[in-house]
Every structure is written in C-alpha cells, then in structure tokens.
Nanobody
Framework: QVQLVESGGGLMQAGGSLRLSCAASGRTFSSLSSAWFRQAPGKEREFVGRIWRSSGNTYYADYADSVKDRFSISRDNAKNTVYLQMNGLKPEDTAAYYC????????????????WGQGTQVTVSS
C-alpha cells in the first residue's frame, strides 16, 4: 500500500508560480510511476502530467497540452517526493490538484493509477 500526501497549494495571482509536493510512503518510491491530475468545480478530473522510469534509471515526463511549457514534474527519490512546478499560472488552472501513483507504467487516464492523494487546492486570481 502507498500513501500520498499533497501540499503546496494556495492562492496565487495570474502569472505567478507555485510548487506542489507529493510525499509518498509505504513502498519503494523509486519504482513507482507518478502523475498529477486536477479537477475544477463542475468538471471532470483531467490529466496534468506524469513521470515514469523506463528500463534503467532514465525518467521521462509527459504533459497535457494545456500546461506544456508552463508546468514541470520532478522527483526526489531520496525524499520520496514528486513535485509539480507551476509557472505562468492562469485563472483556468484553478482546481484541486491530485497526486497519483502506480507500480505499473501509468498513463494519462485515472484508471492507470492505483494510489491517490487527497488533493490540494490551487486558486489563481485574475
């Protein structure tokens, strides 16, 4: 079993930056694929980005078009933590952000992940 706890959300003006953290416990973190999703009020949860390891120690990242070039995902295996750096925030980025993980390869769909955090709220004012 894996427990995920997000932090770092808050209120930010448009154009600002925030860094979300997702701390994992309960399993060897370096073996997990991780992702960030978000859900705005009245909308379905959507994919933001993911990071996974191929054979060997190379990590790859993939992003939704809506955040590409503004958001980036990184991880610190020593701290069992995945980060979502969000730059150039826009009001449409306002949502609850969720961290997810799996021992499988992962992907862009909810069902590609087995473990979920409780979410952290990001609100961007114009």
């Amino acid at each position: 079993q894996v427990q995920l706890v997000e932090s770092g959300g808050g209120l930010m003006q448009a154009g600002g930056s925030l860094r979300l953290s997702c701390a994992a416990s309960g399993r060897t973190f370096s073996s997990l694929s991780s992702a960030w999703f978000r859900q705005a009020p009245g909308k379905e949860r959507e994919f933001v980005g993911r990071i996974w390891r191929s054979s060997g120690n190379t990590y790859y990242a993939d992003y939704a078009d809506s955040v590409k070039d503004r958001f980036s995902i990184s991880r610190d295996n020593a701290k069992n933590t995945v980060y979502l750096q969000m730059n150039g925030l826009k009001p449409e980025d306002t949502a609850a952000y969720y961290c997810a993980a799996t021992s499988r390869l992962g992907g862009r769909r909810d069902r590609d992940y087995d473990y979920w955090g409780q979410g952290t709220q990001v609100t961007v004012s114009s």
